[in-house]
C-alpha cells in the first residue's frame, strides 16, 4: 500500500515544471511514521551531510565512497554525492565525484541539482566549493562557473533567479562576500547589488552554517559565526529582508545567544527552518554546557513578527547533547543530532527532572514546545543526524550511523508520511 500512494505521488510530482526547492514550503498533515520505508539506498561509510528532491529524484551529499541498493550486495562507488529515486529506491548513474565532502544541496531547473562543500573538483572538472550539476550524467553545468576563494559552501537555498550560498568563504562567483552571497542562478555569479556586510571582529572569521528561506522568498535568515550585518550588531542570527530584491537588514534580533557555550566555540548555532507559513523560525544548537537558562544544546523557536528584540516562544533542552539539523512541517518540528533526550532543563550530560529519552531524533509539538510520542530511535547515536529533509513522501533522515525505527539503514532513511 505504502508503495502505491508514493508512486501516486511521484506521478503528482512530475506534473510539477519546478523544483521544490526548500523543506519551509511543505506543510504535512500528520507526524511521519517511526517505520521507515524498505527500499532507501545504504550508505556503507562515511556520513551523509545533505539532501535535495529534484522531480522524484532524492540527491545525497556527503563524506562516503560507498553505496549500495536495498536487500543487495552488490556495492557501487559513489564518491560523496549520488542519486536515487524517491518511491524506488533505484540508484541512479549520477556519480559525480567531489574530490571532498558536500554539504549542501539544492534543486535546481532542468533537472540538475546545486551541489556546495569543501571539494575543489566535481562533475569532471576543476570547480571550488560550489557548483550545478546535470543529474542526466552527473557532468557540470557549463553555464554555471561561479566559484568560492577558499573554506566551504556550508548552505545553498534557492528562489527565483537566486541561488543563496553560506559558508566559509571570503569570495564567491567574482566577488568579495563575508559567508553569504546572492548568485545568478544561471551563471553562478555574485548579484552585485546584495552584501549583508557580514563580519566578526572579535572571532577568527565569519562563517554561516545554515540558511533558511521564507516560502515567499522575503525574508532570508542565516545562524552561524557572526556578530555583524549591514553594519549593525547581530549576535548568531540575521534576518534580511526584501531578499529577492533590494535586500536589508530586518529590524528584528534577539539576544539570547549573546552568552558563550563550551570554550572552542565561536558560533554554536547550527540550523535553522522557516515554519510553512514564514511566521515562525526554529533554530538548534550545540555547545556542550548547561545552566543559567544558557541556549546550548537547544532548539527555540521565535516568532518572526513584529521588529525590534525578540526572545523565545518556547526553548526545549537536551540537558549537555549537541542538536545539527531541524525541518518543520507544520505538523512537527523534527531536529536531529546525538542528543539521548528531550524536555531535559535540568539535565546536566543527565537525565533530569521532566526528561524524555529521544535518542539521536525528535518531533516538538510546534504549539507548546515539548516533545511528541514520536520516538523512532535511532542507533547508535553517532555523532548525529546531520540532515533533515521534509518532501512530500515523508521525512528524509541522513547521518553517520545504521540503525533507525529498529531497522537497519545505514546514514540514510525515510520515514514517511
Not at 102 to 123: E, R
Amino acid at each position: 500500500m505504502r508503495r502505491r500512494l508514493l508512486a501516486a505521488a511521484a506521478t503528482a510530482l512530475a506534473a510539477i515544471a519546478v523544483a521544490i526547492p526548500a523543506s519551509a514550503a511543505l506543510n504535512h498533515a500528520a507526524t511521519v511514521s517511526t517505520n521507515p520505508v524498505d527500499y532507501t539506498p545504504n550508505v556503507l561509510d562515511g556520513e551523509v551531510r545533505a539532501f535535495a528532491l529534484v522531480g522524484d529524484v532524492v540527491v545525497v551529499g556527503g563524506d562516503f565512497t560507498t553505496v549500495v541498493p536495498a536487500g543487495k550486495k552488490a556495492k557501487l562507488k559513489r564518491k560523496n554525492i549520488f542519486a536515487y529515486r524517491a518511491t524506488t529506491g533505484e540508484i541512479l548513474p549520477f556519480a559525480p565525484e567531489a574530490d571532498d565532502v558536500v554539504l549542501s544541496l539544492a534543486a535546481g531547473p532542468n533537472n540538475t541539482v546545486y551541489a556546495g562543500g569543501a571539494f575543489q573538483k566535481i562533475g569532471g572538472g576543476a570547480q571550488r566549493g560550489i557548483a550545478q550539476l546535470s543529474l542526466a550524467d552527473g557532468r557540470r553545468v557549463p553555464a554555471f562557473t561561479g566559484e568560492i576563494n577558499w573554506g566551504d559552501t556550508r548552505s545553498l537555498v534557492t528562489f527565483g533567479p537566486w541561488l543563496y550560498a553560506a559558508g566559509s568563504f571570503t569570495a564567491i562567483g567574482g566577488q568579495k562576500r563575508a559567508g553569504l552571497a546572492r548568485l545568478n542562478a544561471t551563471s553562478g555569479w555574485a548579484d552585485a547589488t546584495f552584501d549583508a556586510k557580514l563580519a566578526a571582529p572579535n572571532l577568527s572569521r565569519v562563517k554561516l552554517e545554515d540558511l533558511a528561506i521564507s516560502p515567499d522568498g522575503n525574508r532570508l535568515a542565516a545562524v552561524g559565526a557572526v556578530e555583524q550585518a549591514f553594519g549593525q550588531y547581530r549576535a548568531q542570527v540575521v534576518v534580511i529582508e526584501n531578499a529577492a530584491n533590494a535586500a536589508r537588514l530586518a529590524d528584528w534580533y534577539t539576544d539570547v545567544y549573546t552568552k558563550p557555550c563550551r570554550a572552542g566555540f565561536e558560533t554554536y548555532l547550527r540550523g535553522i527552518d522557516f515554519d510553512p507559513t514564514g511566521t515562525y523560525a526554529t533554530i538548534v544548537s550545540t555547545g556542550r554546557k548547561w545552566g543559567d537558562h544558557l541556549m546550548c544544546d537547544t532548539a527555540a523557536r521565535f516568532d518572526l513578527r513584529g521588529t525590534g528584540l525578540h526572545r523565545p516562544l518556547w526553548t526545549n533542552w537536551t540537558g549537555g547533547d549537541s542538536l545539527y539539523s531541524v525541518a518543520d512541517t507544520g505538523a512537527a518540528v523534527y531536529v536531529g543530532g546525538h542528543q539521548r533526550w528531550m524536555d531535559n532543563p535540568f539535565g546536566r550530560e543527565t537525565a533530569g527532572k521532566g526528561a524524555v529519552s529521544r535518542p539521536g531524533i525528535a518531533a516538538i509539538n510546534p504549539s507548546t514546545g515539548k516533545a511528541t510520542a514520536f520516538n523512532p530511535k535511532r542507533e547508535p547515536r553517532g555523532v548525529g543526524a546531520r540532515a533533515l529533509l521534509a518532501t512530500p513522501y515523508g521525512l528524509l533522515v541522513g547521518s553517520d550511523t545504521e540503525k533507525i525505527g529498529g531497522e537497519w539503514h545505514a546514514r540514510l532513511a525515510m520515514l514517511p508520511v
